[in-house]
């Protein structure tokens, strides 16, 4: 059994920076790609950035350099650096990652809250 666990979401105001973490544990061979994915209320999830075991990244549109992921794949962990916080970036924060056990498969963690006040 693999699990995603999420931490660092919170409340910050507008302007400010939070870091939030996930890390997979469980039956685990490897892991391909490792992501941040957003959902506010009444709207679709999305994008936010992932990253390739190998370090390639690629961001949601509207993260305009404020954000930047990363992975430690000694740890099976992926961060998510936000910076310029803006009261749209309010969401529950979701981690994904790719896992290849006997099979490959996507794994989703429980999401985390970010709360920007303006």
């Known amino acids: 059994q693999v699990q995603l666990v999420e931490s660092g979401g919170g409340l910050v105001q507008a302007g400010g920076s939070l870091r939030l973490s996930c890390t997979a544990s469980?039956?685990?061979?490897?892991?391909?790609?490792m992501g941040w994915y957003r959902q506010a209320p009444g709207q679709q999830r999305e994008l936010v950035a992932n990253?390739?075991?190998?370090?390639?990244?690629n961001y949601g549109d509207f993260v305009k350099d404020r954000f930047s992921i990363s992975r430690d794949n000694a740890k099976n962990t992926v961060y998510l650096q936000m910076n310029s916080l803006k009261p749209e970036d309010t969401a529950v924060y979701y981690c994904?990652?790719?896992?290849?056990?006997?099979?490959?498969?996507?794994?989703w963690g429980q999401g985390t809250q970010v709360t920007v006040s303006s």
């Open positions: 469980g039956s685990i061979f490897s892991i391909r790609d």
């Open positions: 990253i390739t075991r190998g370090g390639s990244t």
């Open positions: 994904n990652a790719v896992i290849l056990s006997f099979i490959e498969y996507n794994k």
